[in-house]
Nanobody
C-alpha cells in the first residue's frame, strides 16, 4: 500500500507561486494515477489536477493555465504541483491522492489513498 506525504505549502501574496510536492513510499508514480484536490474552510473538497499513469493530464477550469502537475523524472516517487499566479480563492488545504484506476479521475471517490494535506494561504 502506497503512503503519501505532501509538502511545500505556505503563505504567499496574490500573484505569487508555490510548488507542492507529494512523495510516495512503496511504489513509483508510474504505477499510479495521482490526483490533487483542495478543500477550503466550509467548502467541499474539489478537484484540482490529475495525471493518469497512462500519461493523460487534466485540470479544473479554475486552475487551468496557472497550475502544472508533473513527475520528478529522476526519482519517479515525487509528484509536483506548481502553483503560479495565485489568487486568494486558491487558499485551501491541498491533498494528493493515488489510485490504480484511469477512469473518473476527477472524482475524489476514485482515490483510495490520501496524504495528510498541506495548507496554502494566499493573501490579498
Amino acid at each position: 500500500q502506497v503512503q503519501l506525504v505532501e509538502s511545500g505549502g505556505g503563505l504567499v501574496q496574490t500573484g505569487g507561486s508555490l510548488r507542492l510536492s507529494c512523495t510516495a513510499s512503496g511504489r513509483p508514480w508510474s504505477s499510479y494515477t495521482v490526483g490533487w484536490f483542495r478543500q477550503a474552510p466550509g467548502k467541499e473538497r474539489e478537484f484540482v489536477a490529475t495525471r493518469r499513469w497512462t500519461g493523460g493530464i487534466n485540470y479544473s477550469d479554475s486552475v487551468k493555465g496557472r497550475f502544472t502537475i508533473s513527475i520528478d523524472s529522476a526519482k519517479n516517487t515525487v509528484v509536483f504541483l506548481q502553483l503560479n499566479s495565485l489568487k486568494p480563492e486558491d487558499t485551501a488545504v491541498y491533498y494528493c491522492a493515488a489510485t490504480e484506476s484511469t477512469f473518473y479521475t476527477e472524482k475524489s471517490q476514485t482515490y483510495d489513498t490520501w496524504g495528510q494535506g498541506t495548507q496554502v494561504t494566499v493573501s490579498s
